[in-house]
């Protein structure tokens, strides 16, 4: 059974920064790209970011290109997303995803597994 928990979020002032983490149980967390999305209140859920297999490939939505960074250590079978430069338009529940192959996707049918979400609420 694989579960994901991320931690992180918060409430921060427009042009701060936070550091979402998601850590995975479960085996070959090495083996398979993960991403992170994000919903706000009454919108779709949107691609932030993904990262394949080994970390060497990442991509990011337009919207948070230049301010957030995705990468992961797979020894601690974590991944994590710092967000910088962060804006009001960025507050949303923040959710990161495991996929059933190695590389990378950009929606979320392309994940099997999600976590619980995290709350990240940025304020003018």
């Known amino acids: 059974q694989v579960q994901l928990v991320e931690s992180g979020g918060g409430l921060v002032q427009a042009g701060g920064s936070l550091r979402l983490s998601c850590v995975a149980s479960?085996?070959?967390?090495?083996?398979?790209?993960m991403g992170w999305f994000r919903q706000a209140p009454g919108k779709e859920r949107e691609f932030v970011a993904t990262?394949?297999?080994?970390?060497?490939?990442?991509d990011y939505a337009d919207s948070v290109k230049g301010r957030f960074t995705i990468s992961r250590d797979n020894v601690k079978n974590t991944v994590y997303l710092q967000m910088d430069s962060l804006k009001p338009e960025d507050t949303a529940v923040y959710y990161c995803?495991?996929?059933?192959?190695?590389?990378?996707?950009?929606?979320?049918?392309?994940?099997?597994?999600w976590g619980q979400g995290t709350q990240v609420t940025v304020s003018s």
């Open positions: 995803a495991r996929r059933s192959g190695s590389s990378r996707a950009y929606t979320p049918l392309g994940y099997t597994y």
């Open positions: 479960g085996r070959s967390f090495g083996s398979y790209a």
């Open positions: 990262i394949d297999w080994s970390g060497a490939g990442t």
